[in-house]
């Protein structure tokens, strides 16, 4: 499946999610329904994947987690946030490059709406 196709249904369900339960629930609320919905959808979906990080030779386990890895590619971000700052943006921007992904979706369930929620991340580091 092309990576456009999975970040469709994705946001499709985010949009249905939202529609139902609304903005003012914690994230890890969306999160958990979002990675039940794309799994009923016969989606490869991990919660919460550790991320080991190697700097120097010295590996670092888990460094991070990733809200949830959708088909080992897509890596989305929930927030529950009133606003999106550039802090999320980088956040995700270095989770992608680390993971050496080329695309993340950084979800804000708080907005009125979801369409004003969702923001696209593309990795433009060099994955070499």
């Not at 456009?4 to 499709?12: A, F, N």
Request: overall charge negative; proline content about 4%; aromatic content about 6%.
């Amino acid at each position: 499946m092309e990576i456009d196709e999975l970040s469709g249904i994705v946001v499709d369900e985010c949009i249905a999610l939202h529609r139902e339960l609304g903005p003012g629930l914690f994230e890890n609320v969306y999160e958990a329904v979002l990675a039940g919905r794309l799994e009923k959808r016969g989606l490869s979906v991990l919660r919460q994947f550790p991320v080991p990080v190697e700097i120097d030779g010295q590996i670092f386990d888990p460094a991070f987690s990733v809200d949830i890895l959708v088909e080992g590619r897509l890596v989305l971000e929930i927030k529950a946030v009133e606003r999106l700052s550039q802090t999320h943006i980088r956040q995700l921007l270095t989770y992608l490059h680390l993971l050496k992904q080329p695309v993340g979706l950084l979800l804000n369930f708080s907005h009125g709406t979801m369409k004003d929620g969702i923001r696209r991340v593309s990795n433009d580091h060099n994955s070499s």
